[in-house]
């Protein structure tokens, strides 16, 4: 029901009204009186307005409050038109249009989320803005924006006050266009302003008593995590630049056989193709694709390859001719097809919002998947262009004219062919299904969303049955129900190290739980400690996939010989010990948006001391990682939370199985061990190692830190098909607890509707090394 209440407007053609959704959850929309109806993004899959009278708004003087039945909610500042005085602009085109709200908080609530953003881990005191930006090859520990846009924040009680009530808030402002988010800074200690390059803000509040009941409910709106296949949880091995052609992929894969080093994906970079022409393969290095994926496949590889949004701009190329006939392409002002140069020279641009284009574009993927490549890879959909057509001949012509005057050419000309790069998308013109002209500026941050439909489209028409996989880099709110992303171009620095840890926490509480970073850093040569080290951790974060740039030395598992080379196996070993746990987390994060790794304040809301700590996390709800993330780093710093309620509690390490009690230790971490912690009463499944997840162990290992009682969730299905949708699965839960003498395991089948891949159940010891 929408409420358009007597108390709207506090600038005459200002309107704001609500919709009431339900209980938890109101939507505002401000604009002026006389907008009916503006080009929205299609992330929100679900708004239903509920027939309830509920959610109120009471302005006075400059203020806006919500309430729910009369209880204060959350308070804003009346909107106001022009870019704000707090707001700083740092990318993206002008517009003639902002609106502009400041969210009124405590001085010491904390803020998460925003997606993919650098700096901390808590975003208080800094500008945060939305527009999906290449930072061309590297971004440094502070850089703003990234690649992906996702303008909703969690925020969260002050814990130094624990009388005070507990709510948390999840706000999102659905609104694709350029967007400012001034965290607790310029705009005060106690606001985040908020701002859009639009002449409208719609945001959702989310109320609720904890992270999880918002991220649940963030996820209702803007859709759930896909669920991918199991080898899209196991270790992936990419590199630009390599592998140069079939051969190179062929003892790339043996490499990683002959030296058992479990690995199930090897990418294909741009590389690969003829003259970087989207769909097509190198004639000479890559003749045969067909036969190497075959090759590949025969040794449970499976095989990835990127996709360009940029379509060459040539003559007589298939997709580009295909495209023109079928007209898809995004125009410029004057009405033509736009052209940018991008790795093939001057490329046309898909215009994805339109839904034939999307089929299209499916229809391209096609050529891949009709070969069997199982995953997509789309880089390059901020979009990122490095020049427009016109802006280029501009500067030609100035050079020109520069060098016939016998004038020198300066930095200038670099930076400004710099600049065109960022300005090149700026006046395109996008059109919608009815035909409807629309900016650029209100499709940017969602032209890497649409491409990830149309991907997923061309996956449902080649493979209906199977489940997919699709990596991008661009994004906007809702890309998790297509996608996994990658943090982008980081670099092969410590800093980056703790940068990445971070950076996948708060995009995980963003609603995306399937990210990563490129596992030893993609700029830059990487050291054989840092790479060891960031193996550890990569081998307990959700996507873990080991990439780098061309040019930067090889960051094998094995690059660097002895004694690195068996740490890695280790590592990339124990990721694949972890499977059933893993799986089970992947599940629960489809079902549900909950987050694989979490900060700890997530499992340990009341502990003061959790809140402030950062680069240690919780795998799930159990393990306890505190990664080492410092050079010669031969003992970490160790906080180890007491109970959900402030009593003492017994972790168990995870290797060793000697017990710590909660509360702060300084404990050995030597390169060849990552400091892993079971928590009180909670346990993990597990099974022996293998080289890829197309083989399948017979036991299953549960792995408890058994006080009282231990309950293991667990799911398993058939790990690659949509199946489990039919009910093709199982689900149940082990409640393993112990008596005077005798430990007891009993299992709960919730859901019998598969046989899961073990046929055994033992209690795995502390300290039992399951390969031995
Ligand atoms: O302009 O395809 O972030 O992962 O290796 C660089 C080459 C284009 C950027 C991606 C990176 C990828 C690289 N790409």
Redesign the pocket.
């Known amino acids: 029901m929408r409420n358009n209440p007597d108390l709207a407007a506090n600038e005459k053609d200002t309107a704001i009204e609500i919709t009431d959704i339900d209980q938890q959850t109101v939507q505002l929309h401000v604009g002026p009186n006389n907008i009916s109806e503006k080009h929205r993004n299609r992330s929100v899959v679900e708004v239903d307005g509920a027939d309830t009278a509920d959610w109120r708004i009471r302005i006075d003087e400059k203020k806006l409050a919500l309430l729910h039945k009369e209880d204060h909610v959350t308070s804003f500042s009346t909107p106001e038109k022009g870019f704000p005085e707090w707001g700083r602009q740092k990318s993206g085109p002008q517009s003639d249009h902002w609106i502009s709200m400041k969210h009124l908080v405590d001085k010491d609530a904390r803020i998460y989320g925003l997606g993919e953003k650098t700096r901390y881990l808590e975003k208080s005191n800094g500008n945060y803005e939305m527009w999906n930006r290449d930072t061309n ?1 590297f971004y440094t520990h502070n850089e703003d924006p990234l690649y992906m846009s996702i303008p909703f924040y969690i925020v969260a009680p002050p814990t130094n006050q624990p009388t005070a009530n507990n709510q948390y808030l999840g706000i999102f402002v659905d609104q694709p266009e350029l967007s400012q988010f001034d965290v607790k800074h310029r705009a005060g200690r106690d606001k985040i302003g908020l701002a859009v390059a639009s002449q409208t803000l719609d945001l959702f509040v989310i109320q609720g008593s904890g992270i999880r009941q918002i991220i649940q409910r963030y996820t209702d709106l803007t859709g759930k995590p896909f669920f991918p296949p199991k080898w899209a949880l196991g270790y992936h091995h990419s590199k ?1 630049g390599a592998p140069k052609n079939q051969q190179e992929a062929l003892e790339l894969a043996s490499q990683f056989r002959n030296r058992e080093i479990p690995c199930d994906a090897l990418y294909f ?2 590389q690969h193709m003829e003259a970087y022409k989207v769909f097509t393969w190198h004639s000479e290095s890559f003749s045969d694709p067909e036969k190497m994926i075959q090759q590949l496949h025969d040794r449970n590889f499976k095989t990835v390859t ?1 996709v360009d949004p940029g379509v060459k701009l040539e003559p007589g190329y298939s997709v580009y001719d295909s495209g023109s006939n079928e007209d898809v392409y995004v125009k410029n002002k004057e009405g033509d097809n736009f052209a940018g140069s991008v790795w093939p020279g001057l490329c046309v641009f898909p215009d994805f919002v339109q839904t034939r284009v999307r089929d299209w574009w499916a229809a391209q993927n096609k050529r891949l998947l009709d070969i069997g490549i199982d995953g997509i890879w789309n ?2 959909n901020e979009p ?1 262009i490095f020049f427009g057509e016109n802006e280029l001949q501009q500067l030609v012509h100035q050079i020109k004219t520069k060098v016939d005057q016998g004038k020198p050419l300066d930095y200038s000309v670099k930076r400004r062919l710099i600049d065109m790069g960022a300005e090149a998308s700026n006046g395109l013109i996008h059109s919608t299904d009815s035909g409807q002209k629309v900016s650029h500026l209100h499709v940017h941050n969602t032209y890497g969303l649409y491409e990830a439909q149309a991907t997923k489209k061309a996956f449902r028409d080649v493979k209906p049955q199977e489940r997919n996989f699709i990596l991008t ?1 661009a994004g906007f709110s809702g890309i998790q129900n297509y996608a996994a992303t990658w943090t ?2 980081n670099s092969s620095t410590w800093e980056h190290l703790r940068l990445s840890i971070f950076m996948t926490i708060n995009l995980g509480l963003s609603g995306i739980p399937f990210s990563g970073p ?1 596992v030893g850093g ?1 700029d830059g040569d990487v050291e054989p400690e840092l790479l060891t080290r960031w193996i550890q951790l990569g081998s307990v974060l959700p996507f873990f996939r080991n ?1 780098s ?1 061309i040019d930067t030395i090889p960051q094998e598992p094995w690059s660097f010989g002895e004694p690195y080379e068996s740490i890695n196996r280790r590592f990339i070993q124990f990721r694949y010990e972890l499977l059933p746990y893993l799986y089970t987390l992947f599940y629960q994060a489809h079902k549900t948006g909950i987050p694989i790794i979490r900060p700890l304040f997530m499992e340990f809301p009341n502990d003061q001391q959790a809140s402030t700590i950062q680069t240690e996390f919780m795998l799930g709800s159990s393990l306890l990682v505190a990664p080492a993330v410092e050079r010669e780093a031969n003992k970490v710093h160790l906080y180890l939370p007491p109970t959900r309620t402030g009593n003492e509690q017994y972790w168990q390490d995870w290797w060793t199985g000697e017990t710590l009690l909660s509360g702060h230790h300084i404990v050995d971490a030597p390169l060849d061990h990552l400091p892993l912690y079971l928590r009180e009463d909670h346990g993990v499944p597990t099974m022996n190692t293998v080289l890829n997840t197309e083989q399948t162990p017979s036991t299953l290992y549960l792995r408890c830190n058994l006080t009282n009682k231990v309950e293991v969730p667990i799911y398993d299905d058939d790990g690659h098909s949509f199946d489990y949708q039919q009910g093709n699965y199982f689900k149940g839960n082990y409640e393993i607890t112990k008596t005077k003498d005798e430990m007891k395991i009993n299992l709960t089948t919730n859901h019998q509707g598969f046989d899961p891949f073990w046929n055994e159940v033992k209690l795995l010891p502390a300290g039992y090394d399951v390969n031995n």
């Open positions: 090859g630009y970079d741009i990127i880089d390059m990122a880099r982008g171009d490129d993609f990439h740039s």
